[in-house]
C-alpha cells in the first residue's frame, strides 16, 4: 500500500527495519492507521538477503544470526509466525589459530597465560551476574563496569597474548577497538546468553530458514502498513497537535506521533524541530564506534570444517557457511584495529590466505555499511560512560517523537532481538500518546 503526500496517520514510523516494522504492526493490532516511511528502496535496514555475486546462493550482508534459546523476543515471532531455524548447510567444528602472525597448532594460548584467562573469565562472568538485562543500565549501579574494554581487562595483570585474545573476541562482537568501547556493553550481552561468555559466541550460530526475509516478509504481510520506500526523512517537527514529517523530496505527512527507528549514527542527519533532548543529542553528536567489515569470498582450496580467529589479522575471523560447486562460500570479519576494506578483492584473498594458505578466492562480495548513508556504522557497541549516562533517556519519547532501534534496547542491544524489544517498547509509547489524541479512547 502507498500513501499519498499530506495523508494524516495516527502514528507515522520512519524506517522499515525490524524495529520500524514490528512497531507497525504492534499499532495495526492495536487499532491504529500507521504510516512507514523507508528511506532505500528495500526493506530490512541493517539486515539485507541477496544472493551472493553471480550465484544463486542467498547470502545475509547484515544482520544474519539468531539465538532463540536466549533472545525472547526473536522467540516470540518465531512462535507467532511459525518460523523454523535453518538446517546448517555447513558447520565448522574447529579452529585454525593465526596468532604473532603464524597458524598456531592446538589452542594458542598455554601455560601461565590459561590461569590468566581463567582468572580474567572468572571476572568477567561475575560482573555479567550483575546486570538486569531488562532494565536500561544508567538505572542500575554499574558506572565501574561502564569503562573501555581494555581498562576493564587490564584491571588484572596480564600477558600481552591473553589480553589480545580476549581483546579479539570482543572486537568481533563490537566492530571496535578495545579502547574505543564500553565493556558494559560487552559484559550486557554475556548477561543475555544466561551469563556464558562462551554462548555470545559459540550460541548465535542459528539462522532461520529463509533467512532474516522470513521474518521480514512475515512482519510486512501481517502488519500489512502503509509503506514509502525511497522516503528518506531530512524534518521531524512537532508541535502541539501532531508531528509533520518532511522527505528529501519534499513529500510532507502528518500524525499523532512519530517513531523514528533510523540507527543512532544518522540521527544527526535529521534535523528535528524542536532539537532532540539533551541525552539524544549527546548520542547523535558522538556516535557508536562500530565499523565491522563483513564479507563474502568464494574459495576453492579451504576445508569445509574449520574457522579462522586471530587477533591482529586483516580478517579477525572466517568461517565456511555453503557449499557452492567444488568451492566453498565462507563469511568473514574485519574489526579495528586490522580494518580492511572488504570492498578490495585482492586485499580478503590475502586474509583468507592467512589461514588457509592454499586458499584461492574466486569471487568476493561486501556490502560497506559505514559509508552506508542509511547506517554510518554497523550495530551499536556503546562508547565508554554513554549507557551509563544516556540510556534510559534516549528510550524516552521526546512529547510527540518516540525512539527505537537494536541501538537503543536493553537486551540485546545492536541486535536483531533488540530491535523487535525496542520497536514494540516504542509502538507503546506511540499507542499511549495516540490515546491522548483520541481523548483517550
Ligand atoms: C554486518 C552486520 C552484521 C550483523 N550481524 C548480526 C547478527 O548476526 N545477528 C543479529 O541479531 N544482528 C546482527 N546485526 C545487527 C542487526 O542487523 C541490527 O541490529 C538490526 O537489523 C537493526 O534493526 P533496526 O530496525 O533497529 O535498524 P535498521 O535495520 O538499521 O533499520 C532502520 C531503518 O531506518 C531507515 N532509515 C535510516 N535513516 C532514514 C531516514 N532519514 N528516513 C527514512 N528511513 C531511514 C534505514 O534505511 C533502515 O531501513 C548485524 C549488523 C551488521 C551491519
Known amino acids: 500500500m502507498t500513501s499519498a ?3 494524516s496517520a495516527d502514528v507515522v514510523v520512519i524506517g522499515a ?3 520500524g516494522l514490528a512497531a507497525a504492526r504492534d499499532l495495526r493490532d492495536a487499532g491504529r492507521s500507521v504510516l512507514v516511511l523507508e528511506g532505500r528502496d528495500r526493506l530490512g535496514g541493517r539486515t539485507w538477503r541477496r544472493p551472493f555475486a553471480s550465484t544463486n546462493q542467498p547470502i545475509e550482508m547484515g544482520g544474519t544470526w539468531v539465538a532463540p534459546q536466549y533472545q525472547p523476543w526473536v522467540a516470540e515471532e518465531m512462535r507467532r509466525y511459525g518460523l523454523r531455524l535453518a538446517e546448517h548447510a555447513l558447520m565448522p567444528s574447529r579452529f585454525v589459530w593465526r596468532f604473532d602472525g603464524a597458524i598456531t597448532p592446538g589452542f594458542p594460548l598455554s601455560g ?3 590461569y590468566e584467562l581463567e582468572r580474567a573469565l572468572y571476572r568477567i562472568i561475575e560482573a555479567a551476574h550483575r546486570i538486569d538485562v531488562e532494565r536500561p543500565r544508567d538505572l542500575q549501579a554499574l558506572a565501574d ?3 573501555s574494554v581494555e581498562q576493564f581487562l587490564r584491571a588484572e595483570p596480564m600477558s600481552r597474548r591473553t589480553y589480545e585474545f580476549l581483546s579479539a573476541f570482543g572486537s568481533l562482537g563490537s566492530g571496535a577497538a578495545s579502547d574505543e568501547w564500553s565493556a558494559l556493553t560487552a559484559l550486557s550481552l554475556i548477561a543475555a546468553s ?13 539462522k532461520l530458514e529463509g533467512g532474516t526475509q522470513s521474518l521480514l516478509d512475515a512482519l510486512v504481510e501481517d502488519g500489512d502498513p502503509v509503506l514509502e520506500t525511497s522516503a528518506r526523512v531530512t524534518h521531524v517537527r512537532q508541535d502541539e497537535g501532531a508531528v509533520t514529517v518532511t522527505c528529501e523530496d519534499g513529500r510532507t505527512y502528518s500524525a499523532g506521533a512519530a517513531i523514528v527507528t533510523a540507527p543512532v549514527n544518522v540521527w544527526r542527519d535529521i534535523a528535528f524541530d524542536p532539537p532532540l533532548s539533551d541525552a539524544k543529542a549527546a548520542l547523535a553528536r558522538d556516535g557508536h564506534p562500530n565499523r565491522m567489515g563483513k564479507v563474502w ?3 576453492e582450496g579451504v576445508p569445509e570444517d574449520a574457522m579462522g580467529f586471530g587477533p591482529g589479522n ?11 560447486g567444488d568451492a566453498v562460500l565462507i563469511v568473514g570479519f574485519s574489526s579495528p584495529p586490522c580494518l580492511l576494506d572488504v570492498t578490495d578483492g585482492a586485499a580478503v584473498g590475502e586474509a583468507v590466505r592467512a ?3 592454499g586458499a584461492r578466492v574466486a569471487a568476493v562480495d561486501a556490502h560497506d555499511w559505514v559509508a552506508d548513508p542509511f547506517a554510518r556504522g554497523g550495530w551499536l557497541t556503546y562508547r565508554p560512560g554513554q549507557a551509563t549516562r544516556l540510556m534510559s533517556a534516549v528510550q524516552e519519547p521526546d512529547t510527540r517523537v518516540c525512539f527505537a532501534g537494536a541501538d537503543i534496547a536493553n537486551g540485546w542491544i545492536g541486535w536483531i532481538d533488540g530491535a523487535l524489544e525496542s520497536g514494540r517498547r516504542a509502538a507503546g509509547q506511540a499507542l499511549s500518546i495516540a490515546n491522548q489524541n483520541h481523548g483517550g479512547s
Open 17 to 19: 527495519g525490524f524495529a
Open 5 to 7: 503526500p499530506g495523508t
Open 145 to 147: 563496569l561502564d569503562v
Open 355 to 357: 589461514y588457509f594458505p
Open 314 to 324: 586483516d580478517l579477525l575471523f572466517v568461517a565456511p557457511q555453503y557449499r557452492v
Open 297 to 299: 569470498a568464494l574459495v
Open 112 to 114: 601461565q597465560e590459561l
Open 194 to 206: 544466561d551469563r556464558s561468555a562462551y554462548a555470545w559466541f559459540a550460541a548465535v550460530v542459528d
